[in-house]
């Protein structure tokens, strides 16, 4: 499988290169270059299959040629067989047609950890043949950090820097990060906001001369095609355990950076009958006012009890846009420079935003609403849904074409993790699970640093594979 850049300028890659990369060399976003088709039948026969092997079905075809296949089979063993339920994304049912889809078993309760273990493996792989290693450097308001953490805590070819805005991220989610065990991870408390600390990221991947020796920077946000990949496979397995593919899903999507919708779309392209995919998103709706208004308006980030949706632009869009524009990676440059300049209000083709259309529905949901929707269907059903799942669930219930069709929210995180909105919705705060019980006791590391640039760079660069 080749990869190709969205803004159509930069070399094709292959899987491992794109793995090893963060933005293409033209500042667009690397997407397969054919998507694997599957056929009904083909789809159908996988209806048995455990998830470790139904995840093997829809990777494999991505990975070929870089991965050998029993490899990434063992990989995949490993990873699923770490989360806390054996369904691995089971379903519970909160009403007639309606499912919540668990997707936070994973060692740090969210759905990150589905790709970032994964990821952490691939990496690891291929490291170790081509005798290299790299360096993750992140900036995290919470999930992406610590999912990433637990990812690479046993990989021994990468080391990982995560930035976190000091005294800014909840206790759990801190802690999350902080006592994880490994030589390799470093948490860098940045005395500033996370804007700060991802600008430092930023500039960081744009210049990696103050890393030693060979060494480069790897990205693990979700612009890195890979974690994409493994997001795509819960759609399947979600579809093939409510009678899929022989009859059509829905499933609305709590969305941020684009990255977990995205994935449901590259399931229905490869062939799984999806008849309805809802974007919700909570107060910061830029995708939202594109698709009821066609107006491209970046407002300024605000901070809500769904910190993990807290987003300005929602940077995986693009690899939609792409596809909109017929994959015209010149026109996408250009669509892309005007709606990144920030200036004017930008406005997709009529034709283009009909295809959207076509594609997508789209809901935002504000702070009261995602508390009334998480009593709602406590009251309707005993269980607590975490504040960005009750934002999927009410998108769902408001945008539903079809009560026939079964109706997934993908459930991306446990409630346990946002102490805020569980107390706002006046519920007590439920129990961490077994594996995290002892979590406010364990020791914590990390480095409190300034938030410049140079000082944060050195700090890296002193750190980094000191054997
Ligand atoms: C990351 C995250 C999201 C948003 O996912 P995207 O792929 O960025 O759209 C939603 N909910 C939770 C709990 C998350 O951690």
Redesign the pocket.
Known sequence: MKYISTRGNAPELTFEDVLLTGLATDGGLYVPKDVPQFSLEEIESWRDLPYTELAHKVIYPFVEGCVDSAALQKMLNEVYSGFGHKAVAPLQQIDHNEYVLELFHGPTL???DFALQLLGRLLDYVLERRHEKVVIMGATS???GSAAIEGTKACRNVDIFILHPHGKVSEVQRRQMTTVKGDNIFNIAIEGNFDQAQDMVKASFGNQQFLRGERKLVAVN?INWARIMA?IVYYFYSALNLGGPLRPMAYS??????????AGYMAKKMGLPIEQLIIATNSNDVLHRLMSKNQYEVHPLQHTI?P??D?AV?S?FERLLFDLYDRDGAKLADLMARMNAKKDVVSLDEDKLAKARALFDSYAVNEDSTVTTMQEVFGETGYLL?P??AIGVKAARECRRNPRIPMITLG??HPV?FEDAVLRAGFDMPKLPHHLTDLMAREERMNVLPADLATVQSFIAEHTFKD
């Open positions: 969210a759905f990150k919470g999930d992406t979700s997001q999507v709590p969305t941020g950076n684009f990255g977990d919708i995205f769904t993990s949706m987003i929602s995986n975490d960005h799942t991306t995180a993790k």
